[in-house]
């Protein structure tokens, strides 16, 4: 039965890396669809959404059975209520994902406002956070949990870097730009919400490792 059990979660994990594979990678083809302003790629990110769906949807009805048919205690608990969390999580980047590639859609067929600098920047910065906080629930790692709630500062000043730039320099000069700087604000702030969502997985290791809840105050 133990060992049973001990597959069980390990097939978890597994599931669970899954769909931060397929997360990480719709952050990508999102960011390389608008450098390249390629609309074809950024409709195969908002079409692979509904597979990242349908893998949140088994991983919550695995955590619920395991819960149901074991009723685990102590880290094992913690592991399927955070794997409970990061899925949600995980799923919610994914989407912002597709949010930014449907802002590329609209932008694509426009005329470049700017060279595409910093926003790339912001999205690196975004699959590295998930990179790091997928990790860290693989190796039980808290101080690589805590390299990613501390990377959000940075995520923070791109963000406000770029929209910085896109309304003091382009809006607020030219009326005419702002069909086209809008809509890479949108992109900007859903960068920076993946980059949350990546923190919040964080946040979450620390509990899942140490029983400890950081969330909103970040001192471990």
């Known amino acids: 039965m133990e060992r049973h059990f ?23 083809e999102s960011i390389e669809a608008l450098k390249a302003n390629d609309k074809a790629r950024a409709q195969k ?11 949140e949807l088994f991983i919550d009805e695995k955590c619920i059975d395991l819960l149901a048919l074991y009723q685990p205690m102590a880290g094992d608990l913690r592991f399927i209520t955070t ?22 859609l609209i932008v694509a067929d426009k005329p470049l ?6 926003i790339p920047k912001l ?4 699959q590295n956070m998930v990179r790091d906080a997928i990790e860290s629930f693989i190796n ?4 690589l ?10 995520a923070d ?14 809006m607020s000069k030219d009326s005419g730009s702002v069909t086209r700087a809008v809509p890479l604000l949108l992109i900007a702030r859903h960068l920076e919400r993946i980059c949350d969502h990546a923190s919040n997985i964080a946040e979450d290791i620390f509990y899942m490792v140490q029983g400890k809840v950081i969330k909103h105050h970040h001192k471990a």
């Open 6 to 28: 001990d597959e069980e979660l390990n097939d978890l994990r597994k599931n669970i890396v899954q769909i931060s594979d397929l997360a990480r990678k719709a952050i990508t």
């Open 45 to 55: 990110v908002i079409d692979s959404d509904q597979a990242i769906d349908e893998l």
């Open 83 to 104: 794997g409970l969390k990061l899925n949600a999580e995980l799923e919610r980047i994914a989407d912002l994902a597709v949010d930014v590639a449907q802002r590329v």
């Open 113 to 118: 406002l700017k060279p595409i600098v910093d």
């Open 123 to 126: 999205g690196e910065v975004a």
């Open 140 to 143: 039980k790692d808290v101080s």
């Open 145 to 154: 949990a805590e390299k990613v709630v501390q990377a959000d500062d940075e």
């Open 157 to 170: 000043m791109l963000k406000d870097r770029i929209c910085d730039e896109l309304i003091n320099d382009y």
